[in-house]
């Protein structure tokens, strides 16, 4: 079943509520298909890097968020990718969370704590920091490609915002093309970064 | 002009397009990728299934959790009825007790067989009353029911 492209499980009658109830998110669950789980899997795997949860905890915790209601299914969006944005999402607020953490101040030689320097410019170091590690990956990724011309120009449309019809259209491919080429993309990444990037 | 997009934002579309292109991949590309990872495929059902278990387990535990904090909020608020509220209250109590139609015929069926309330008794029902109404001023739908 393609995910991806259909907001694939929304297929219902006018319903009355937007969102899944309960319930129903337990039927959903419980008809996950092997190969949905086997993709869920491999998004968890990459949602992990810089946070502090071992594999399985992120599923777990869409999940439990899914079936508390903290977090809503609309029905016109796969239930599997759903999960996949929740698990993104859940993610991303814990490595905000563990970026708060970081120390703005150090011990010094003599044992003093001093703070560490800030530029004037830089009022959030925190955020100073994210951004520097995002720009190093990005240019990473690109270099990952180095040979594929293809691969590249996709990746410079996508980090520019591209999406969808547009996105395809900047690169004159189609669909089939376009799949075939996030294919490299994505083995590629895999190989430099297994469990995604920090940021 | 143009303003220049964050790198942040830059690998967040990259992450959302290989995420998208993962669940737009053939199940063999899939079972695959997790190969090349080290992961069995045909063991990641059954341990996706297990963290679903316990997920449930678990949100099943938090709502009962809640459900409990919920009563025990209640019960540790009763309602501060003043003294003219409870003279209103007694009033509707005893007119209950008479039996009088048209004063809830089907509340407080016990208290209209003779027998006279203990003054506890009557403090204790006259508490009930008081949340009583405390819920139908939050719901006013219920006191129609």
Known sequence: MNHASASAAGELSEPESRHLAPEEVLERLDSLSAEDKRRLRLIERRRLSGTDLREGLLYQEAICQALLGERRCPRKVSFVAFLAQSMRSISSHRREALARQVPTTKVDGSGNLVDLPIAADQLDPEETLIEREAADVVAEIYKLLEGDDEAQLTIMAIADGKKGKELRDELAIDQSRFDYTMKRIRRAVAKKYPKGWPS | ?145
Request: zero cysteines; glycine letters at 6%.
């Open chain 2, 1 to 145: 002009m143009t303003k220049k997009r964050k790198s942040i934002d830059e690998l967040r579309d990259l992450s959302d397009a290989i995420d998208e292109s993962i669940l737009g991949a053939s199940d063999a590309e899939v079972s695959k990728e997790l190969a090349s990872l080290g992961i069995d495929p045909e063991k990641v059902a059954a341990e996706m299934d297990a963290i679903a278990q316990e997920a449930k387990r678990l949100a099943g535990k938090s709502r009962l959790a809640r459900a409990k904090d919920a009563v025990s909020a209640f019960r540790s608020n009763p309602p501060n009825a003043s003294q003219g509220d409870r003279t209103a209250l007694r009033s509707r109590l005893q007119r209950m007790r008479s039996g009088r139609p048209g004063e809830n015929d089907d509340l407080m069926m016990a208290a209209r067989k003779g027998k006279e309330m203990s003054p506890s008794d009557e403090e204790g029902a006259l508490d009930d009353l008081a949340q009583l109404e405390a819920l139908e001023s939050e719901d006013p739908e219920a006191s129609k029911e």
